[in-house]
């Protein structure tokens, strides 16, 4: 069972990726429009205020910024004076998604995906965008985008479609950053939960949210088999990423949202961080790639609420 790390009533927290550099977890809470920045060593949580929902973050390779995926666009963020710099408005122009889920493959390119607002259409697609802005549409036909992960040999990329229940699987061509051979690696069972954020560990395992399932999966991606469950006091179970000194501390986010009566009693810390210590460790997440020039896009800065 994993415990209480830190109690916030966030609404949709998301996007958990561990920074080995600084030791802090990056999250964001969707709804709550917000980035966050987590110390497992103070115990404190930095709040970034956004103009608009924000889907994930990822710590860039240069120092004090990060990247971000609001509503209509890509943006880079500077974490001290809290200035965003547009990045790429791949999608601006379709009013009726927004940017979900990312990570940076291999070679620091952000992999992004969007979601229909109304859930009810594959509007969505998944995008790649590398640190120049330059953005390149890789798979359409998206309902919610989410999890997406690399293996160790850098030759395979997991990747989530929530409504679909399944993890799919595509070679990874780390000369090009391109996908190919298309093939589902796990169908998980509705009755769990519906996938939603993931990470995988040093052992090419995957580790899945399963939202409306109170827990973390752990998944054989070659067997498709379930292989251990993390039972988080939360109803819905959003994403995770491995920290700490040895990789071998499992954060995960949560949401209060979507929950009944019933449910909101049982579950009265939804929405918090909590953790578990494993015998299993993670990998250093992939950061966001130093451009090849300075982003020249206006800065904007937006003050808290």
Excluded at 14 to 40: C, F, T
Excluded at 78 to 92: Q, Y
Aim: net charge negative; glycine share 6%; charged share 25%.
């Amino acid at each position: 069972m994993a415990e209480l790390e830190y109690e916030i009533p966030s609404k949709l927290g998301e996007g958990a990726i561990w920074d080995y550099r600084k030791k802090v977890l990056y999250w964001v809470d969707i709804e709550g429009k917000s980035l966050n920045i987590y110390s497992p060593k103070t115990k404190t949580n930095k709040e970034i205020k956004m103009p608009s929902r924000i889907g994930t973050v990822v710590p860039s390779e240069i120092e004090n910024e990060a990247v971000v995926a609001l509503e209509d666009g890509i943006y880079m963020v500077n974490i001290v004076t809290e200035n965003i710099s547009l990045l790429s408005d791949i999608e601006a122009t379709h009013t009726e998604n927004r940017f979900n889920d990312g990570k940076c493959d291999p070679n620091g390119n952000l992999w992004v995906g969007s979601m229909h607002l109304p859930q009810s259409k594959p509007e969505g697609s998944l995008y790649k965008i590398n640190s120049d802005g330059e953005a390149q549409k890789m798979l359409g036909n998206i309902t919610i985008s989410n999890g997406i992960v690399w293996t160790k040999d850098k030759k395979t990329m997991y990747y989530i479609d929530t409504p679909t229940s399944n993890i799919r699987a595509f070679d990874y061509n780390e000369q090009n950053n391109t996908i190919s051979n298309e093939r589902i690696a796990v169908k998980v069972d509705e009755a769990d939960g519906f996938p939603d954020g993931m990470t995988i560990d040093e052992n090419d395992k995957l580790w899945v949210g399963l939202w409306n399932g109170n827990c973390i999966a752990q998944y054989d991606p070659i067997t498709g088999k379930m292989l251990s469950k993390v039972h988080v006091p939360a109803h819905n179970v959003t994403s995770c990423a491995f920290g700490g000194e040895n990789l071998d501390i499992l954060y995960i986010t949560t949401s209060s949202l979507d929950m009944n009566d019933e449910e909101k009693k049982q579950y009265n810390k939804a929405g918090s961080i909590f953790k578990i210590k494993l015998d299993t460790r993670g990998v250093r997440s992939t950061f966001f790639k130093k451009p090849m020039y300075k982003i020249t896009q206006a800065n904007y800065s937006f003050s808290h609420e």
